[in-house]
């Protein structure tokens, strides 16, 4: 059974750094796309960033770029996500999530999920 399972949420102040990492078994790791989602109170989720698992290319979302990093560990099936320079409007549950299609250069707006983790929160606030 696939599951892909978030950790490494919580609160932070403003400025701060948090690592997710997103745990993922039950299907063959290598084929996959692996992104992070997002979702604020009263907002849409929205793409952040996305893996290939396959090639190691990676797509983020403008309001992260240079502040957040998408990286994997394939002994491990993990892929984490690195967020420095915290603001108060990146606070939103972070999903995991995977696309099963081959893709060498993937892009966060043209993700097709087939699975979900269960997500976990952030919150940057002083």
């Known amino acids: 059974q696939l599951q892909l399972v978030e950790s490494g949420g919580g609160l932070v102040q403003p400025g701060g750094s948090l690592r997710l990492s997103c745990a993922a078994s039950g299907f063959t790791w290598d084929y996959y796309t692996i992104g992070w989602f997002r979702q604020a109170p009263g907002k849409e989720r929205e793409g952040v960033a996305c893996?290939?698992?396959?090639?190691?290319?990676?797509n983020y979302t403008d309001s992260v770029k240079g502040r957040f990093t998408i990286s994997r560990d394939n002994a491990k099936n993990t892929v984490y996500l690195q967020m420095n320079s915290l603001k108060p409007e990146d606070t939103a549950v972070y999903y995991c999530?995977?696309?099963?299609?081959?893709?060498?250069?993937?892009?966060?707006?043209?993700?097709?999920?087939?699975?979900w983790g269960q997500g976990t929160q952030v919150t940057v606030s002083s």
């Open positions: 893996i290939s698992i396959t090639s190691g290319g990676t």
């Open positions: 999530a995977a696309d099963g299609r081959v893709i060498l250069a993937p892009s966060i707006a043209t993700m097709n999920i087939d699975y």
